[in-house]
């Protein structure tokens, strides 16, 4: 069956160091990966997706197809990246489906 | 170009009762999702429009059902309301078309729905 997990629900890192938001993810279809972010009284916003292969934000997730994860790192952390993220996966075995983790929560410590 | 907009913002339903939820999709976008998020967890989804067909089921019963007019605009209904329907529901919309299309979804504000 298909499932995301985010092992880490709160994370807590200080400014100026690497973060790294775990996501392993179960399908046996292509996976198509995406990071969706909500800062603070915003709504829910698309981060990035693997097949663009962009840094967004200074952030940057690489799809491990062997290791069937899709972290999210930047190397330096800011205190606007504190935020919840959540990774998602789209499947197609009929239609689309999208699943989507339980997040993480991200906290940047000045 | 306006975002996703949801009504109402808040409801409060007694358990049996029936709901209606509705979503303006972005201007351009075709393709509408809708998602249920309970306290702490992540959102999940229930179901996908696109040009007003269903495109996908996520894992809930049939008393979930929904809508999607020529406008692009949906309705998101639930019959025989339980306790666990407690939550927020979100509303996504995309361009659809393609794959990247389909995966940049712009979500609405959400409407909390309360079963008692």
């Known amino acids: 069956a298909q499932r995301v997990t985010q092992p880490e629900k709160l994370l807590s890192v200080f400014k100026g160091a690497p973060v790294e938001l775990k996501c392993n993810y179960s399908y046996s279809g292509s996976p198509e990966l995406f990071w969706y972010v909500q800062y603070s009284r915003q709504r829910l916003q698309l981060l990035l997706r693997?097949?663009s292969r962009e840094s967004i934000k200074g952030f940057t997730a690489d799809l491990n197809k062997g290791e069937t994860s899709f972290h999210l790192k930047k190397p330096f952390a800011q205190e606007e990246d504190s935020a919840m993220y959540y990774c998602a996966l789209l499947a197609r075995p009929t239609g689309n489906q999208f699943y989507f983790g339980t997040g993480t929560s991200l906290t940047v410590i000045p | 170009e306006t975002g996703v907009t949801q009504s109402p913002t808040h409801l409060i339903k007694t358990r049996g009762q029936q709901v209606t939820l509705r979503c303006s999709s972005q201007s351009g976008h075709n393709t509408v999702s809708w998602y249920q998020q309970a306290l702490g967890q992540g959102p999940q989804f229930i179901f996908q429009y696109y040009r007003e067909e269903e495109n996908g089921r996520g894992n809930f019963p049939p008393r979930f059902s929904g809508l999607q007019f020529p406008n692009y605009s949906s309705e998101l209904n639930v019959n025989a309301l339980e306790l666990d329907d407690s939550a927020l529901y979100l509303c996504a919309s995309s361009p659809g078309g393609g794959l990247a299309g389909v995966g940049e979804q712009f979500f609405g504000p959400g409407t909390r729905l309360t079963v008692l």
């Open positions: 693997h097949i």
